[in-house]
């Protein structure tokens, strides 16, 4: 413990005395408070929508394992048109890791921290110019739930601000994930592949633009209301064709399997669900398999982010409990329930066990599926 204490005050230290050379000698990232100062004056999409009542839930199992109460609240939902010649730009670049550089030297922070933006080559051989591009995602990270929740919402926002025309008109220009979900989402809002540009590879190359559009992402790392409403409105389907119906139980193969997952399958068939197995699936057969939902049981895994598309008042009983999807069951008024492992002690922290394997506890998930199935 001592030594994981020296080692996280070690990497605080050393990023400290980074970004303070880097102010000196390469850039300077801003805080999301300076940018938003900087930017005030821009905004072309501006929605405050309504804080989400999380009520507080036990375990269905019992124990320790719980949800506080909490009401989430959310900044204003926002698009800015950055432009150059305006609020002192002068130049405005792209990095390679998908942020803004105003002025050869300033990162903007929209988003979570602009400090990926010092990973650049500081000499570039050559230079291209698009008078107008689509600025979404700052970072080289995004799982499918990263990626639908905040990159895919921004795309929406950006649409809803400026029309579907904005794909014809603009380069797209971030760091590509290089996913089958990636290229689904973008081929379904009309993006075409000729304006979609990968920033990673841009080492030598300095992306130079008039206008950047630029949004922002919510610090709770969950979507407002009003973007959850626009991923619906824009891929899903206004109403299923049937009343839902199936009952699913999601399969995981990496991590955060269900260790005891052969007597679950059977269990679970015996009740009438249908095994999804983990593998690649189109964003529209995704979409089509959780609207005709009435019942979802699954390990904890970014597979979840599909409830985004169920009816409401769909049954979700989930394995762990990190609160992504029980705040996305409550925004979406789905019915939800989670379990726990206990077979490895009390579980109180959800976090400290996120990536591990679990063991599903027999007798009391089948006490919940009779539950869910009576009601």
């Known amino acids: 413990m001592a030594f994981k204490k020296m080692a996280a005050q070690a990497k605080k230290t050393l990023k400290t005395a980074a970004l303070s050379t880097s102010k000196k000698l390469w850039r300077v990232p801003l805080r999301q408070a300076e940018s938003l100062a900087l930017l005030r004056g821009q905004e072309i999409y501006d929605q405050q929508h309504p804080s989400v009542q999380l009520a507080g839930t036990r375990a269905a199992n019992g124990g320790r394992a719980h949800h506080r109460p909490e009401t989430r609240t959310f900044a204003p939902d926002r698009v800015w048109q950055v432009s150059t010649g305006r609020n002192g730009v002068r130049s405005l670049a792209v990095c390679r890791t998908g942020g803004l550089l105003l002025n050869g030297r300033t990162l903007l922070d929209v ?47 950006i649409e809803q601000a400026c029309g579907a025309d904005i794909w014809q008109q603009a380069k797209v220009c971030y760091p590509l994930l290089h996913t089958p979900f990636e290229s689904d989402f973008l081929h379904l809002l009309g993006i075409p ?36 409403a626009l991923l619906r409105a824009r891929f899903r389907p206004q109403k ?45 057969d995704q979409i089509k398999l959780f609207q005709e939902a009435a019942v979802v049981v699954a390990p904890h895994g970014a597979g ?32 939800y329930q989670f379990l726990v492992d206990y077979s490895t002690g009390p579980s109180s922290n959800h976090w400290s066990n996120m990536s591990h394997d679990m063991v599903a506890p027999l007798a009391e998930l089948e006490q919940q599926l009779q539950q869910l199935l009576r009601d």
């Open 111 to 157: 988003d979570f921290s602009a400090a990926a933006g010092l990973i650049d080559m500081p000499f570039k051989r050559r230079r291209v110019h698009y008078p107008l591009v689509v600025a979404p995602w700052p970072h080289q990270w995004a799982s499918f739930y990263d990626y639908t929740t905040f990159v895919v919402a921004k795309l929406c926002r």
């Open 240 to 284: 299923p064709a049937v009343q839902p119906w199936r009952r699913l139980y999601l399969s995981r193969a990496g991590r955060r399997r269900v260790l005891n997952e052969g007597p679950v399958r059977v269990l679970m068939q015996s009740y009438g669900f249908e095994i999804v197995e983990d593998e690649p699936r189109s964003i529209s």
């Open 193 to 228: 592949a000729a304006n979609i540009i990968d920033t990673a590879s841009l080492w030598h190359t300095e992306l130079l633009t008039d206008c950047a559009l630029v949004a922002n992402s919510q610090q709770s790392w969950s979507s407002s209301l009003g973007d959850l």
């Open 304 to 335: 979840l982010t599909n409830l985004l598309w169920c009816e409401p008042g769909t049954k979700v009983l989930e394995f762990y409990r990190p609160n992504y999807f029980y705040y996305l069951c409550t925004a979406l008024n789905l019915e």
